[in-house]
C-alpha cells in the first residue's frame, strides 16, 4: 500500500504543478481575447479618423481655392478703387 500511496502522492503534486500552470495561463488567454477585441475596436476607429483627415484634407483644399478666388476679387476691387480715386 505504501508504493500505492507514494504513486498517489506523486500524482497529486503533479496535478498540483499543472493546475498551478494552467490557472495562469487561462488568464493570459482571457486577456488577450481581450487585448484582441480593445485593438479590433483601435483599428476600426483608426481607419474612421483617417477617413475623416482625408475628408478635412478635400475640404481644406476646396476652401484654399475660395480663398484665393475672394483674394484675387478684392485684389481687383482695391485697383478699381484706387483707379476710381486717382491714385
Not at 500511496?5 to 503533479?14: F, Y
Not at 495561463?25 to 476607429?45: C, H, P, S
Not at 477617413?51 to 482695391?78: N, S
Request: glycine share 6%; no cysteine.
Amino acid at each position: 500500500m505504501s508504493r500505492l500511496d507514494d504513486t498517489a502522492a506523486r500524482l497529486e503534486k503533479a496535478l498540483e504543478a499543472l493546475e498551478a500552470n494552467a490557472l495562469p495561463l487561462a488568464e493570459v488567454r482571457t486577456k488577450a481575447k481581450k487585448d484582441a477585441a480593445e485593438i479590433a475596436g483601435l483599428n476600426a476607429e483608426r481607419e474612421a479618423l483617417l477617413a475623416r483627415v482625408a475628408e478635412l484634407e478635400e475640404e481644406t483644399r476646396g476652401l484654399a481655392g475660395i480663398t484665393e478666388e475672394v483674394e484675387e476679387r478684392l485684389d481687383g476691387a482695391i485697383a478699381e478703387i484706387r483707379m476710381a480715386l486717382g491714385r
